[in-house]
Each structure stands twice: as structure tokens, then as C-alpha cells.
């Protein structure tokens, strides 16, 4: 490529030299001619003689300066700006074949250059941290209780952290950090901002360093010194600070203390998870050797010279050996190490690998089509290319000549192309589903540009070769002699049916890919989450630490005042209150059974657990199956209940009734034993594709934690409610800011948004592949038709039923497109295996979805055959008989 | 497009040019001509024309270098002479030649014998 635009470079500048040259040489011959004269006439020839002796000693002029120029490669530029001219105006001749060109192509690489930007930044790019080559995640694994998305890739407790910082060789700079929630109170409106506690060589490992003040270093993070600092994001800093460099040093009034400020981070800087706010983690006492809260994510970089296969080995041992030693703790327990990016991108790599085999397809797609109406096109112009050929064009000149048409259209695609790309990426930005890795770095960049160029260009030469090849391969007497073609070329028709068999064999995969994911679409909608989401609005509150510390009764007794405030705003019909609502995740225990023999330490059951004040279950319409609610009297010092879902009842009480029994929690500080009051119905709690199971919920007052929502159900419109909730909840607290306000069904729905958006490419790309399949076969039939005009008459005069005749044309378009279906098939059950993850409720061959598939394709390639094929089959046999 | 017919001429044109340059230093396209003529002792009679092909490629690859100057008769002219890239692969050459038309000239007393 480089080379190539080098030598064009040379060729223009060669053309505006040009001019001088040629004069200089001209000026050179000149004075040679001269001296051979000169010659001459030493040897007395007379002054006519002399010269016309000269100039054939020279040889001829004219030839000489042609000669030269060719040395001076003008002859190629001149060429190729010919041809691309030509090019513009043949195109332009034909504008509406022109415009189906461009624009099945500009689809084509317009979703090829989307889905490739996608890619380029969240799997090609590397992360944007100056240590993002060594950097690693640590994370702890237990057998069966993993998250399902990051494949049992959890948490870390500090004990291990510790144990790692210790013994590590193979990774330096072993750091851990817990998301938090940072209460804003100084300046402005109370706001809640998302950040991380971090060790104090957290900044060390990213490799980032502050762009005003200094990071949490590793003094700041010790106990007992001035643990009161945070740090900023660029970003806070520019929007609450106003970018005042004055605020280093400055306190500023989070979760209700007072903290210093170190520093402001580079712009761009918001690990983990848009963090805005930096705290060191400071572990106290009983946390530091806790091995059963398992709250930190590590991170590391890997030492110079060590690659990740040694770190996974050396912290896969170190591992096997904490687990040795504290096995009646955290049994099972075992570390993994990934690259931090393998660790982001994960989740969407299985999706992005299927929507790339996808646009593949369908820019594979558009390229069949073009090249067929090329084909077609190309035969259309036999006549000017023997003619042509006749005044004495070589085949590589027409060859030549009919590339640079197919790279103008190429090109022309791209462009288009690219404005779609820019387009359905707005498009993309504008769905802003957090929860996709790295989707804010999506952009149009270089690498995109070249990206795009190169497609263009071989798809260019891809749809370009195979017409420019056979369209120039006329037979001169032939072709000039035969007029317009009785019939096509036996061999033509092949290559444009050979065209069309890929068309919809790619076109089946596109639906089947599609149709199974809006099938799990649809199977996912209909799944009960548990609850009734309409009409119940959701606040998040956090309390402040400072204010509130963990476990303390006084953050419980203020948020049963908000409730109560909340209740009486006009318009709510009940509230209550709950620690992590449906879907969005939350904490688990192990728990035990009272009275029931203790199973072995590494297989003890594990649930949920929730916090929920009294009407949390009514608002929230979670059936109550047996037993009671949570009460007003369900106090901190009353006797401790807990209420069950209906999978632990089922699971761990099948035959007889659990209300009385006794469960005891044991993670979360010391154990506590709870008696069963109540059973409810399951809800969804980590998504609507996830399996139930076992849930236990607390008394918020007996459990009471800093995380808090209050959920309200009202039958008006929820947004209305806001101001007077907020004023009754500040009625209680001026300084409490409001994180989060969603209503439950934007909960359900934000669920789905990665899904949805899957959904929504993949059903764009295949509607368009429908919509090629279609196209392609009707060109072919209706082209095919056209040059079979006279054969059809000749039939319908000698006798053929009209019926005959829609029978052999509908014949030859179906044969074809039946064929692309069978591969297709064949194709897709082999394909659809690699989506399996991204489906729910169908399997990845699910016959509905192929038949479906296979009959609409059928439907489209008989309605693409139809429309030509009734006009062969109204073919006048005297008008036919006459054509041409 | 001409390039490729007749190739042993050309190279053996351009090896002629270069020797001239070397041993007779800067010189015109008339006056290499003419002393190609007279060292052939007439027995080569090229059309003096070809020679202008010739010194375009030699430029073109570094091995000569052209500059305005005045001929015998004072009128403008282009002098070419040869460069020290152009003396390195004309050493190169000519022992290549050497070899080469050696080993053609006992080819061919070998046929003779035969």
C-alpha cells in the first residue's frame, strides 16, 4: 500500500516535471542534430544532405519523445486517469445501477466498519492504562457458586490478599480495591458518586500517575496514619470543582467526614467501573484476617520477563497452599489469574465473535450481488467490448479498465459505507448500556479508516474480477455478428447461478443466527420475574459509614422514619424497603440448619440474603405463600425471624413445613440464628436467565446494612412523585443524597440491553440478507429472462402453455435457491453452536427456527422468481419473434 | 513495453556507455555516439537516437549524472558523466561480461570442432 502511494506520488510529480523535461529533451535532440549536421557537412554534403543524413543517423523524432516519455512513466498515469474517468462517466450514465451498486455495498461495509469499530475497541485496542501489558487480575474460584457471566471468577477475602503480597514473585505491585459509594456533601446538592477503597499501590499498578497532587501511595493506605485523603477524577474534578486547582489540600465532606485532597487523576481515568472518587482501603483489624468476606478484586502487573502462564502457575500453587492451611475456613478455595482486559471483555467476546462471523457474511453477500449485476452488466456491454477489442484494445487493457470501474463503485461503497458506520455507532452510543465493557471507547479511529479502505478495496477486486475476466472474453466474429443475444451464454448463467447459491445459504445462517436470538428474546420477556414491576418506583439510598457505622441500629431507625415520610406523600400506596432489589444482584451466605447433622465444611449450602422492612413483599407484589410478613414489631431486640423463598422451602423442607425451623447465616460478621416465619414467592435475582435459588430475607432492623432501596407502588405517574419523595426524605436527613431513581420495569428492561442490542444487529444484518437474497434472485431471473425473450416466444408460438413456460423459469430460479438453502442449513448447524451462550430456552438447533428460515427464504425466491417469470410468461410470440 | 525485446543489446549499449564515461570522462549524448562509432572502428552503426534510451535508464538508477555545459561550438549541452556507483557497477559488469562471452566464445569453438 505504502509502496503503491509512493509511486503515484512519484508518477504526479513526475507529470508537473513533465513539461521541463520534455522541453530539455527536446532542446538535447536539438543540439545533437546539429552536431551530426555539422559533421556532415565537414564532410561535404550540402546543407540538405547534411540534415536529412542527420536526422536518420538520430532515427525518428517523434519516436524518440515517445520513447522517453514512456521511460518517464507518464504513459501509466495517463492511463489510469483515463480509466478512472471513463469509469465516472459510465457510472454515471447508468445512475439507478449505479445507486443499487453503492448502496448494497455502502450496507455491506457500513455494518462491516461498525461491528469492526466495535471490535477494534473493546478487543483490539489495549486497555488505556500506561501498564496495560502486564497488567493481571487475581481473583479467588469456588466450585458451583460462581457468577455466570465472569465464569466463577470472584472475589478475594484481605487475608488472601495479604498472603499473595507476600509470597508473590512471578507479579509486582499487588493491589486491591472494593467499588464503593461516595456520599458528596460540601458545595451544591448532596450527590452520590462511584468509586473504589483503594490499597495504596493500587495507582502503582495501573501505571497512571496524578495530573495535579499526587496518588494514594502506599503511606496513606497504613493504619494510624492520615487516612482521610481522596483523590479525583478529572472528570468530578471539572464538573463539581469547576477545575479549581485550588482544591488540593482542600477538605471536602464525603460519607459525612472530612477528607483531604491529594490529587486529580488523568482525564479518562476511571477505573475500576467509572470510578470518580479514591480512597485508600485501609483495613482494620478483623478484616484484615477475614477469609470468609470475599470483597476485594486484585490486581497486578507481572514482573519484566514473566509472562502470564508463569503467574498463573505460581498463584495457582500459592493458592493450593493458603487453601491447605485454612481449609475449615475457605475450603475449595483456589486462585486464577487473567490479563485485566481478558477479564473486561469476556462477557462480550462470545457475541462480538458471532456479530463479526455475521457482517462477514453479509459484506460476503453484497460482494455475490455485485458481482452478479457486474456479470450481468458486463454482458449487456459485450458489443462495445468487441468493438473496442476490434480497434485494437488488448484484453488486459479492457480487463484494466473494467477493474477501475469496479474500484470507483468500491470505493464509492466505502464512503457510503462509512457514513453508516457513523451513523448505526450514534446508534449504539445512543442505547448507553452500562454494562458493556468499554463501550464508551467506541470511535471512528485510524485504524477503522484503514480498515475500511481495505475492505472496499478487496471487495472491489473481489466482485470485480470474475465479471472484468469473463466480459472481456469475446469471441470478435461472434459477438458482432449475433446482434443482441438470442440467448445467454451457457456458461455466464452458471456463474451468476453459482453466484446465487452462496447468497442464500449465507442468507439461512443470518436468519437462523437471528431467529434464535429473538426466540430467546421473547422466551426471556415471558420468564416471571417474581415480582410486579409496573407501577413501582425505586430510590437508592447509601448511608453514610460515618454517620451510620456498619450493623448500627441508627441507620435502620432513620431509613423507618424516610418510609414513613415517603408513605405519606400523596399518590403512594405502599412502600417499604429492601437491601438489593430483584435482578441487579447482591450478597450471599453459607448458611446451616438447626438441629440437622453440619455438612462437611466445603459443601455447606449457600443463599442469598436481603435485608426488607416491612412492606417490602406487598409493595413489590411478591406473593406471600405461607406464614407471615416482616412487621413493625420484627425489632432489634425482638426475637430474630427470617423469611424464605419458595425454592430453599422446596429444596431443604420438601415434605413438611418450615415455618418454626431454624436457619443459621454464617458469613457477614458473627453468625446468626433466625427462626422461619414466612415463605414468599422466588424472584429473579441476578437476571431474568438466571436459575432460582434458595433466598433468606431479613428484618432490616436485624440486619440492618448501609446499602439501601426504598421501593414505592403507586398507581399514578411515578416520576410525579419524585419532589415530594425527596423532600421527605431530606425531611429526615438534609444530607442524604439519592443515588438512583428507576422504575422496576426500566430495571427489568436495562436487564436485557445487551441482549436487545445482540438482537437488534444481528436482526438488522439478516433482514438485509434477506433483502440481497431477494434482490439477487430476481436479477438473475428478470436478467436471464430478458436475454431469453425470443427463446420464450419461440416456445409459446410452437405450442408451450403459458403455464409451461412459469413453470421452467420459476423452475430454474427455484432449483437454484433450494440448493443455497440445503447448504445453508447444512452451514448454519454447524455455526450456531458458537452462539449457544447468548441463547435461552431454544437450543442452538431448534427445528421451528430452521423450517422457519428455510420456508420465508422459499417465499422470497419464488416471489423474486414470480414477477420476471409472469413477464416471460406474457411474452407476445410475435413481438418476441421480432426482437432484435 | 520496448524494455523487454531485446535485452542483451540494451545491457550491452548501457555497458558501452558507462565504459566511454569512464575513460573519457563528461561528454554529450552526440559525443558518446560518435565515440562508440570510432572505438567499433565503424563497425557498429547504431542509430544514435537508441543512445538517448540508454542514458535515461543509467540516470534513472544513479549510475551517471547529467549537467548543463557548453559544447565545442558553444551552444548549450547536456554532459553526462559517471558516478562512483556508476564505476562500481561497471566493474561488475564488465568482468560479468568477460566471463560471459568467454564462455560463449569456447562454446562455440567447441561446436566448430564438433
Redesign the interface.
Known amino acids: 500500500m505504502l509502496g503503491w502511494i509512493r509511486m503515484f506520488g512519484a508518477r504526479i510529480r513526475g507529470q508537473v516535471a513533465m513539461r521541463r523535461v520534455e522541453e530539455?529533451?527536446s532542446?538535447?535532440?536539438e543540439?545533437?542534430l546539429?552536431?551530426?549536421t555539422?559533421?556532415n557537412l565537414r564532410r561535404g554534403m550540402t546543407a540538405e544532405e547534411a540534415r536529412r543524413a542527420a536526422c536518420v543517423?538520430?532515427?525518428?523524432?517523434t519516436?524518440?519523445r515517445e520513447?522517453?516519455r514512456?521511460?518517464?512513466g507518464w504513459i501509466a498515469v495517463e492511463t489510469f486517469f483515463q480509466d478512472v474517468l471513463y469509469a465516472l462517466r459510465t457510472l454515471r450514465k447508468s445512475p439507478g445501477f449505479t445507486l443499487v451498486c453503492i448502496v448494497t455495498l455502502g450496507l455491506g461495509i457500513g455494518a462491516g466498519t461498525a461491528i469492526f469499530s466495535v471490535v477494534n475497541a473493546v478487543l483490539l485496542r489495549p486497555l488505556p492504562y500506561p501498564n496495560h501489558e502486564r497488567l493481571v487480575r487475581i481473583g479467588e474460584r469456588h466450585p458451583g457458586n460462581g457468577c455466570g457471566l465472569c465464569g466463577n471468577f470472584g472475589n478475594a477475602t484481605y487475608a488472601n490478599f495479604n498472603d499473595l503480597e507476600r509470597v508473590a514473585s512471578t507479579v509486582e505491585n499487588i493491589a486491591a480495591f472494593r467499588e464503593w459509594s461516595f456520599n458528596l456533601t460540601s458545595g451544591g446538592e448532596p450527590e452520590q458518586v462511584a468509586g473504589a477503597l483503594v490499597s495504596g499501590n493500587f495507582f502503582a499498578a495501573m501505571g497512571s500517575n496524578a495530573v495535579l497532587g499526587r496518588m494514594i501511595t502506599p503511606e496513606d493506605d497504613a493504619p494510624g496514619a492520615d487516612n482521610r485523603v481522596v483523590v479525583l477524577s478529572y472528570a468530578l474534578w471539572q464538573r463539581r470543582f469547576g477545575a479549581d486547582r485550588g482544591i488540593m489540600g482542600r477538605t471536602l465532606q464525603i460519607n459525612a467526614d472530612n477528607y483531604r485532597v491529594l490529587g486529580v487523576m488523568p482525564r479518562g481515568f476511571d477505573y475500576p467501573e467509572k470510578s470518580e472518587v479514591w480512597c485508600p482501603l485501609v483495613p482494620r483489624g478483623e478484616f484484615r484476617d477475614n477469609r470468609r468476606a470475599h470483597l476485594l478484586t486484585i490486581v497486578a502487573d507481572l514482573r519484566a520477563g514473566q509472562t502470564i502462564g508463569n503467574a498463573q502457575a505460581e498463584i495457582s500453587a500459592i493458592g493450593e497452599r493458603i487453601e491447605k492451611q485454612n481449609a475449615s475456613e475457605d475450603p475449595d478455595m483456589a486462585l486464577a489469574t487473567v490479563s485485566l482486559k481478558k477479564s473486561m471483555v469476556e462477557p462480550v467476546q462470545p457475541a462480538l465473535v458471532v456479530l463479526v462471523f455475521a457482517v462477514g457474511l453479509l459484506l460476503v453477500m453484497a460482494c455475490a450481488n455485485l458481482a452478479n449485476l457486474l456479470l450481468a452488466r458486463a454482458a449487456a456491454r459485450e458489443k462495445e467490448f468487441s468493438l473496442r477489442t476490434a480497434l485494437g484494445a488488448g484484453r488486459l487493457r479492457l480487463v484494466r479498465q473494467l477493474l477501475t470501474e469496479s474500484f470507483a463503485l468500491a470505493l464509492l461503497g466505502g464512503g457510503v459505507g462509512l457514513g453508516i458506520a457513523a451513523w448505526s455507532l450514534q446508534f449504539i452510543a445512543a442505547l448507553d448500556s452500562q454494562d458493556l465493557p468499554r463501550f464508551g471507547e467506541i470511535n471512528i479511529d485510524w485504524r477503522v479508516l484503514g480498515f475500511t479502505l481495505l475492505v472496499s478495496w478487496f471487495s472491489g477486486l473481489f466482485f470485480g474480477l470474475a465479471p472484468a475476466l469473463s466480459g472481456t472474453k469475446t469471441d470478435l466474429n461472434a459477438s458482432l455478428k449475433e446482434g443482441a443475444g438470442i440467448s445467454l451464454g451457457a456458461s455466464r448463467r452458471g456463474a451468476s447461478q453459482a453466484l446465487i447459491v452462496p447468497q442464500f445459504a449465507l442468507a439461512v445462517v443470518l436468519l437462523v443466527g437471528a431467529g434464535l436470538l429473538g426466540n430467546s428474546f421473547v422466551r426471556l420477556l415471558r420468564v416471571n420475574p417474581g415480582f410486579n414491576p409496573s407501577g413501582v418506583l425505586a430510590v437508592e439510598l447509601f448511608l453514610s459509614p460515618v454517620e451510620y457505622p456498619e450493623r448500627d441500629i441508627r441507620g435502620a431507625l432513620v431509613l423507618q422514619q424516610m418510609i414513613e415520610n415517603v408513605r405519606s406523600v400523596p399518590g403512594v400506596r405502599s412502600a417499604g424497603l429492601v437491601t438489593a432489589l430483584p435482578i441487579t444482584g447482591g450478597a450471599s451466605t453459607d448458611f446451616a440448619i438447626e438441629g440437622r447433622p453440619l455438612p462437611p465444611a466445603n459443601d455447606e449450602p449457600s443463599a442469598d440474603i436481603r435485608s426488607a422492612g416491612p412492606a417490602y413483599f406487598r409493595t413489590m407484589g411478591i406473593p406471600l405463600l405461607t406464614g407471615r410478613e416482616f412487621t413493625d414489631a420484627d425489632h432489634s431486640t425482638a426475637r430474630r425471624v427470617v423469611v424464605i423463598n419458595q425454592t430453599m422451602a422446596r429444596q431443604y423442607w420438601p415434605n413438611d413445613s418450615p415455618i418454626g425451623q431454624h436457619v443459621t447465616m454464617k458469613d457477614w460478621g458473627p453468625p446468626l440464628t433466625g427462626e422461619i416465619v414466612g415463605v414468599v414467592g422466588d424472584v429473579k435475582t441476578n437476571g431474568l436467565d438466571e436459575a432460582d435459588g434458595p433466598m433468606i430475607y431479613w428484618p432490616h432492623f436485624q440486619f440492618p446494612e448501609l446499602f439501601n432501596t426504598i421501593v414505592v407502588r403507586s398507581d399514578g405517574e411515578l416520576r410525579r412523585l419524585l419532589p415530594a419523595m425527596k423532600a421527605a426524605i431530606w425531611a429526615v436527613n438534609k444530607n442524604q443524597p439519592i443515588s438512583k431513581i428507576v422504575t422496576m420495569e426500566q430495571v427489568l428492561s436495562e436487564s436485557l440491553a445487551r441482549r436487545r442490542l445482540y438482537m437488534i444487529l444481528l436482526g438488522v444484518f439478516a433482514a438485509a440478507a434477506l433483502l440481497l437474497a431477494g434482490v439477487g434472485i430476481y436479477g438473475m431471473v428478470s436478467y436471464s429472462v430478458s436475454r431469453r425473450i425470443r427463446e420464450m416466444g419461440i416456445r409459446i408460438a410452437i405450442g408451450a402453455e403459458r403455464g409451461d413456460v412459469l413453470r421452467l423459469v420459476l423452475g430454474q430460479g427455484a432449483k437454484v435457491a433450494l440448493l443455497g438453502i440445503v447448504i445453508g442449513i447444512a452451514v448454519a448447524l454447524g455455526l450456531t453452536r458458537l452462539m449457544t451462550s447468548l441463547l435461552f430456552g431454544v437450543s442452538a438447533t431448534d427445528p421451528l427456527t430452521f423450517a422457519g428460515v428455510a420456508m420465508l427464504l422459499t417465499l422470497v425466491a419464488l416471489v423474486g422468481c414470480y414477477i420476471p417469470a409472469r413477464r416471460a410468461m406474457r411474452v407476445d410470440p410475435l413481438v418476441a419473434l421480432r426482437h432484435e | 513495453?520496448?524494455e523487454g525485446k531485446s535485452e542483451i543489446l540494451q545491457g550491452t549499449l548501457d555497458l558501452m556507455v558507462l565504459k566511454t564515461l569512464a575513460a573519457m570522462g563528461p561528454l554529450?549524448?552526440?559525443g558518446i555516439?560518435?565515440r562508440i562509432e570510432q572505438i567499433s572502428e565503424e563497425a557498429l552503426q547504431i542509430?544514435?537516437?537508441?543512445i538517448?534510451?540508454s542514458l535515461?535508464?543509467l540516470l534513472?538508477r544513479g549510475w551517471i549524472s547529467g549537467a548543463w555545459g557548453a559544447?565545442?561550438?558553444n551552444?548549450?549541452?547536456?554532459f553526462y558523466s559517471i558516478t562512483r556507483a556508476g564505476r562500481k557497477r561497471l566493474a561488475s559488469e564488465a568482468e560479468n561480461w568477460e566471463r560471459i562471452s568467454g564462455v560463449i566464445g569456447r562454446v562455440l569453438r567447441i561446436a566448430e570442432r564438433g
Open positions: 530539455e529533451f532542446r538535447e535532440l543540439e545533437h546539429a552536431l551530426l555539422e559533421e543517423k538520430l532515427g525518428g523524432m519516436q524518440l520513447t522517453h514512456n521511460l518517464h | 513495453m520496448g554529450h549524448g552526440y555516439a560518435r542509430n544514435q537516437g537508441t538517448y534510451a535515461v535508464r534513472q559544447s565545442e561550438n551552444r548549450k549541452a547536456k
